[in-house]
C-alpha cells in the first residue's frame, strides 16, 4: 500500500499557488467557503461537480468519481515551510500508477503483488479520516460474497466488502499523518486474487441517495 | 477486536421474528421499502430516525447514533438455516461490553490492552461494507494531530485520524463475513494512548450536511 503523497511527488504534480490565476466560478466560490481563489481553482480544474461549499470545506466529486474533500488537494508534507504556498494534487490515473508499480515489482523481484494507493478521507457521518484506496491493482477492489455459506450454511444474500478500503485503512493506521515518514505499508499473508480497480467502489450516481 | 457479532450473541441480542408485531408505522414502512414488516419494527424499535427507505434498503440513524441499514440488524451466521427467521440486534451499549472486556482481560492476563467492538457499515458514496468501530475502551476513537509538525516543520491544520474505524476495519479484512469463523482479531505492537469511545467517531448533526 502506497500513499497517494509520494506516487503525487513522483508523477510532478506539485503546483505553486502562485502560478494559478482564478476565474470567475472560483472567486465567486472562494468567498462563500473562505479558501484561497487560486486554491478554489485548482479544486474546481480537479472535479466534475460541487457539491457542498461551507466556510472552510468545499466537497466535491472528483474527476475520477471520488466524493472527497477539496478535491484531495493537501499541503501538508509537500514542500517547505508554512507560506510556501506550493499543493499536490492526486495521480492523474491513480490505477494506472498501482498497475505501474505492480508490474515494476513484478518484473525486478518475481514476486506477484497486489498494489493499492491510498489517501485519507473524510465520511459523511463519521468523524476523523481514514485510509481510502483511490488506486488498485492485482487484487479485487471490492470482494462479492453473495452466495458464499456462512457457518450454518445460510447463504449469504448481499455482502460485498470494500476489501480494497480495508486493507487501505489497515495501511493509513502504520502510515501515519504527520512526520512518521512511512509511506509504503507491505501486507503479506493476505491471500486474494482478482483484478480490481479503484473505480469498482464508487457508488454508482442511481444507487447513491445521499449526493 | 472483536465482531459485533459474537458481543450481541453473548448478550442475549437475538430476536425471533414470530415473536415480534409490527406497529403501524412499520407495516407502512415495510410495503414501501419492500421487507418484513416484523423486521421493520425492530429496526424502528432500535432507531431514532429514518433517513432513507426504498426497495430493500433502510437507512436509519441508530439510537447509539450511527448512520446505517437496518438498525445493524442482522440474520447471517446468527442460528438455524434458512427460514429459521432469527435476527441479532446490536449490543446494547458496545462502548460498555469494551470496557467490560478491556477489564476482565486486564484482570486476567495483567495486560494493559484497548478493545473495539466492530461491525460492517455500508458509505453513502462509496460501494462495499467496511468494517468499523460501534464500541471502543483503552483507545483513542479519533486521534487528533492538530498541532503536530509534518516532515517539513510545518504544523497541520486540521488532521483528526478515525483510527479506532482504521483498526476496525484492519480487523474485519482477516475476519471475514461468511464461514471463516474468525470474530476476534488481536494487534499487537500498535502503541496508541488516551481513552475513546465510539461516540466520539460520531459527526455532530450541525457538521453533517448529507443526512
Redesign the interface.
Known amino acids: 500500500v502506497v500513499a497517494q503523497k509520494i506516487v503525487s511527488k513522483a508523477e510532478g504534480r506539485k503546483v505553486r499557488l502562485r502560478d494559478v490565476k482564478p476565474g470567475a466560478e472560483a472567486l465567486r466560490l472562494a468567498g462563500d467557503c473562505q479558501k484561497d481563489p487560486r486554491l478554489v481553482e485548482l479544486i474546481l480544474r480537479e472535479s466534475s461537480e460541487v457539491l457542498?461549499c461551507?466556510p472552510n470545506?468545499l466537497?466535491v466529486v472528483h474527476r475520477l468519481g471520488?466524493?472527497l474533500a477539496n478535491a484531495g488537494i493537501d499541503?501538508?508534507?509537500?514542500?517547505?515551510?508554512?507560506g510556501d504556498e506550493t499543493v499536490l494534487l492526486l495521480p492523474q490515473d491513480p490505477d494506472e500508477s498501482a498497475a505501474r508499480m505492480r508490474h515494476a515489482i513484478e518484473r525486478q523481484t518475481g514476486a506477484k503483488v497486489g498494489v493499492i494507493v491510498n489517501d485519507?478521507f473524510g465520511?459523511?457521518?463519521?468523524?476523523?479520516?481514514?485510509?481510502?484506496a483511490i488506486g488498485v491493482a492485482g487484487l479485487p477492489?471490492?470482494?462479492d460474497?453473495r452466495g458464499?455459506?456462512?457457518?450454518?450454511?445460510?447463504?449469504?444474500?448481499s455482502?460485498?466488502?470494500?476489501?480494497a478500503?480495508?486493507?487501505a485503512?489497515?495501511a493509513?493506521?502504520?502510515m501515519g499523518?504527520?512526520?512518521e515518514?512511512r509511506p509504503v505499508v507491505h501486507i503479506r499473508g493476505?491471500s486474494i486474487s482478482g483484478e480490481g480497480r479503484a473505480a469498482?467502489?464508487?457508488?454508482p450516481p442511481q444507487?447513491?441517495?445521499?449526493?
Open positions: 457542498r461551507r470545506l466537497i471520488f466524493v499541503a501538508s508534507n509537500v514542500d517547505g515551510k508554512d485519507s465520511r459523511a457521518w463519521r468523524l476523523g479520516t481514514v485510509g481510502t477492489a471490492v470482494a460474497l458464499r455459506p456462512d457457518r450454518n450454511g445460510r447463504l449469504l444474500q455482502t460485498e466488502v470494500g476489501i478500503d480495508e486493507l485503512a489497515a493509513s493506521s502504520l499523518q504527520a512526520d515518514g493476505f469498482d467502489l464508487l457508488r444507487l447513491d441517495l445521499f449526493r
